[in-house]
């Protein structure tokens, strides 16, 4: 299950390459700055549409060249699919076995990915956006009805801090209350399901991998507590103004992490930070699995540069539990990484090789 090839076409440092990967633990070794991450991103951007190193995708076209091209074969889902990405000309464009995309979520239906890397600490250190991102991309995968109830939202969003922010009367602001209120109340009620249903994975999973210390997970919706979000928005209606912007919603929600009754961040060291939030993460692709039948791909960036041996250890069974395809980068793999690995790549010089 995964990604089973990937063609590669004036993208970063790499003029061109093609690739088969296993199904299972894929190892990618080089030298630092050999494009051993740029090979992840590529990956990564087949399945989000987006990269997780720039905002601007005409930075990841080689030098030179007017654009670039990356078509994957993945089997994520029932049967086996090619899927394309391609910006030209500054246009980007998207392919599902062979059809154009309607939007970038359907890659990632169609190819669901998780990454682990030198940032995913900010999960648990970060503001609250990271927070809800990660509980999104779990709703999104699993609740067929919360892609279209997110757009409705934002769209509502949208029109009413418009509004908001030309100053235009009360009454043309209060206009949207009704469907933003009712998109926000759906999109609470999805999230809530989804974390029910989550916490109880996650809680054991971060439990075992932070030595026993007992974790909880709590969602705060964004608005107080026991009131209706059309009430909320009427009584924050002078915030609103003065900020320009709605004040109140689903958009401000938060997940609060907390370790042995703390806030995560207050009570974990550095380490700790990063052994949590890849567990969270790997639990994520876990109860994936579980609700929809399906595995998905984690991409792990230098994970032995992050986690020491005894964390790396469990970290390892924990993620072989996932049954996940996994692509692991390393300058030099541990044993205990290197021994799990069924092909093995090695990036030098903008070259991409295969070794096993």
Partial sequence: MGLLSLSMREFRCFAAAELEFSPTTNLIIGKNASGKTSLLEAIFLLGRGRSFRTPYLGTVTRAEANGFQLIGKVTSQTVPVIIGLARINGLLEARIGGQQAENLA???HTFPVQLIDSQSHQLICG??????????????????????????????????????????????????NGELAAAGQLLDGLRRNYLANFSITATDWTERALGGLKTSLEYQTGWPNGRDLSEALQESTTRDRKAGMTQVGPHRAEIVIKVEGEIARERVSRGQEKVLAGTLLLAQTSIYRMLTGHSCTVLLDDLAAELDVGHLGRFMEMLAETHAQVHITAIEAPIMVARQATRVFHVKQDKITAMV
């Fill in 106 to 108: 359907q890659l990632a």
């Fill in 127 to 176: 503001g609250p956006r990271q927070r809800r991102q990660f509980l999104d991309w779990g709703v999104f995968h699993v609740e067929p009805a919360f892609f279209p109830t997110w757009r409705r939202f934002q769209r509502a969003l949208q029109q009413r801090n418009a509004l908001l922010r030309a100053g235009k009367p009360q009454r043309e602001v209060d206009s949207w």
